[in-house]
């Protein structure tokens, strides 16, 4: 337990967080002073960076992560090849901050999500919901050198949660206030929206996944246009809404189920897409763009008003993720959104794309010092947890 014992009693630390979302774009890395723990830790950002996959990697992921086409041995050797990625970033990221591994406390990972099914599914009378989150925390520690902690999200299973959102829990820790109602927008692959009412405590926050974020427009690219993304939205910008289209996405029963609740591929992955060619037979492509990327402001503002507008109205919606780059999507959410001021978090001092990254970090040292950093009025589960598993290097 050498490693641990002065690492609990440190007061501050030398954390890095690594995010790798549904998107399977790149491992962001991110070096952050932590001062602290609980719900007043401070934090200061040293170094970010976003390391893209190999060329290839994005679809190998995907294309097993789908049921029917992935294999246990590709899983399993996944599992350890993105360890090796993550260690990677991690040390680079300390390069990129010129400093030497052995000066990091900590590092806290999220892996790769291969699956989530936050249903029950019933196998041999028992009733079981599962996550999978590639990227092996031990390897990561072996490699690095450094006390890992990963798989936060089974904790929160286990007591009947859903195990996501888990970022509400730090967007209380860094963007309460006092004075205003704040939305925060996550726009990943899956889009998820965390409410904080001005002078709330963690009882009082609410947070969901919306539906898709960049899910839809990237696999459509990909389909239509032999690209990763819309960079800036240019395509979309271009194109006209398909009302039909709209219409056939929102029939999807996720959009009536009350939270908590959270999603991923497995809801608005390939069967989705096919529903939505089928839909859109005869179209111009750039409209099809144009009405998908419309769809997540669309679907956040419609579940917004939905499931939260009755309590409050907000001040001000925050918005982070490869999403905050989309400038449709940006200025649709302006346009629902009105009169709330509608910015990315970056106007707040934390990189939007290093948000889920410091995040990660940050729960990491909340493990450490065991803390709960599970919010049940948001996952669902029972009671607070300590989340994540502690790997020793
Ligand atoms: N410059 C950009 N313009 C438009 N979309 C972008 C841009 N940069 C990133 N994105 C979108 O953001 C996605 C990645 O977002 P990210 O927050 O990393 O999601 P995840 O957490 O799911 O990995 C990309 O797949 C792409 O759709
Ligand atoms: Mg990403």
Same mark, same amino acid.
């Given at each position: 337990?050498?490693?641990l014992?002065?690492?609990?009693?440190?007061?501050?630390?030398?954390?890095?967080?690594?995010?790798?979302?549904?998107s399977?774009?790149?491992?962001?890395?991110?070096?952050?002073d932590?001062?602290?723990?609980?719900?007043?830790?401070?934090?200061?950002?040293?170094?970010?960076?976003?390391?893209?996959?190999?060329k290839?990697?994005?679809?190998?992921?995907?294309?097993?992560?789908?049921?029917?086409?992935?294999?246990?041995?590709?899983?399993?050797t996944?599992?350890?090849?993105?360890?090796?990625f993550?260690?990677?970033?991690?040390k680079?990221?300390?390069?990129?901050?010129?400093?030497s591994?052995?000066?990091?406390?900590?590092?806290?990972?999220?892996g790769?999500?291969?699956h989530?099914?936050?249903?029950?599914?019933?196998?041999?009378g028992?009733?079981?919901?599962?996550?999978?989150?590639?990227?092996?925390?031990?390897?990561?520690?072996?490699?690095?050198?450094?006390?890992?902690?990963?798989?936060?999200?089974?904790?929160?299973?286990?007591?009947?949660?859903?195990?996501?959102?888990?970022?509400?829990?730090?967007?209380?820790?860094a963007?309460?206030?006092?004075?205003?109602?704040r939305a925060?927008?996550?726009?990943?692959?899956?889009?998820?929206i965390?409410?904080?009412?001005?002078?709330?405590?963690?009882?009082d926050?609410?947070?969901?996944?919306t539906?898709?974020?960049?899910?839809?427009?990237?696999?459509?690219?990909?389909?239509?246009y032999?690209?990763?993304?819309?960079?800036g939205?240019?395509i979309?910008?271009?194109?006209?809404?398909?009302?039909?289209?709209?219409?056939?996405?929102?029939?999807?029963?996720?959009?009536?189920?009350?939270p908590p609740k959270?999603?991923?591929?497995?809801?608005?992955? !390939?069967?989705f897409?096919?529903?939505? $060619?089928? +839909?859109?037979?005869? #179209?111009?492509?750039?409209?099809? /763009?144009?009405? =998908? *990327?419309?769809?997540?402001?669309?679907?956040?503002?419609q579940?917004?008003?939905r499931?939260?507008?009755?309590?409050?109205?907000i001040?001000e919606?925050i918005?982070?993720?490869?999403?905050?780059?989309?400038a449709?999507m940006?200025?649709?959410?302006?346009?629902?959104?009105?009169?709330?001021?509608?910015?990315?978090?970056?106007?707040?001092?934390i990189?939007?794309d290093?948000? !889920?990254?410091?995040?990660?970090?940050? $729960?990491? +040292?909340?493990?450490? #010092?065991?803390?709960?950093?599970? /919010?049940?009025? =948001? *996952?669902?589960a029972?009671?607070?947890?300590?989340?994540?598993?502690?790997?020793?290097p």
């Amino acid at each position: 337990m050498q490693p641990l014992i002065p690492l609990i009693k440190k007061k501050k630390k030398l954390v890095v967080g690594l995010m790798s979302g549904t998107s399977a774009d790149s491992i962001d890395a991110v070096l952050v002073d932590i001062s602290g723990a609980g719900i007043s830790t401070r934090f200061r950002q040293r170094a970010f960076a976003s390391f893209p996959y190999p060329k290839g990697f994005r679809e190998f992921v995907l294309h097993n992560s789908l049921p029917g086409s992935g294999s246990v041995e590709t899983i399993s050797t996944l599992n350890i090849l993105l360890a090796q990625f993550f260690a990677d970033a991690v040390k680079a990221v300390a390069k990129k901050a010129h400093l030497s591994l052995s000066k990091i406390d900590l590092i806290g990972s999220h892996g790769q999500t291969v699956h989530h099914l936050p249903s029950p599914q019933r196998l041999f009378g028992k009733k079981v919901r599962s996550t999978l989150q590639l990227g092996d925390p031990s390897t990561i520690a072996k490699l690095t050198g450094i006390v890992t902690v990963g798989d936060f999200r089974t904790a929160d299973m286990a007591l009947g949660g859903q195990g996501a959102p888990l970022v509400p829990y730090f967007d209380f820790v860094a963007f309460r206030s006092a004075a205003k109602h704040r939305a925060l927008l996550n726009i990943g692959g899956i889009a998820n929206i965390t409410v904080l009412p001005k002078n709330c405590t963690v009882h009082d926050v609410r947070a969901f996944d919306t539906g898709p974020g960049n899910m839809l427009v990237d696999a459509l690219m990909k389909k239509l246009y032999n690209k990763e993304f819309d960079r800036g939205g240019g395509i979309a910008l271009r194109g006209e809404i398909l009302p039909e289209l709209i219409t056939a996405m929102f029939r999807d029963p996720y959009f009536a189920v009350k939270p908590p609740k959270s999603t991923g591929r497995e809801l608005f992955g !390939e069967k989705f897409i096919e529903k939505i $060619l089928k +839909n859109s037979r005869g #179209a111009r492509t750039r409209d099809i /763009i144009a009405t =998908v *990327t419309e769809f997540t402001p669309l679907s956040v503002y419609q579940q917004y008003m939905r499931f939260l507008h009755k309590k409050f109205s907000i001040d001000e919606l925050i918005v982070s993720g490869g999403g905050a780059h989309n400038a449709f999507m940006m200025e649709a959410l302006k346009r629902y959104f009105a009169p709330a001021h509608v910015m990315t978090s970056g106007a707040l001092g934390i990189s939007s794309d290093a948000k !889920e990254a410091i995040c990660f970090a940050l $729960l990491a +040292n909340e493990t450490i #010092a065991g803390n709960p950093s599970n /919010i049940p009025a =948001v *996952t669902g589960a029972s009671h607070p947890a300590v989340l994540g598993k502690i790997c020793l290097p």
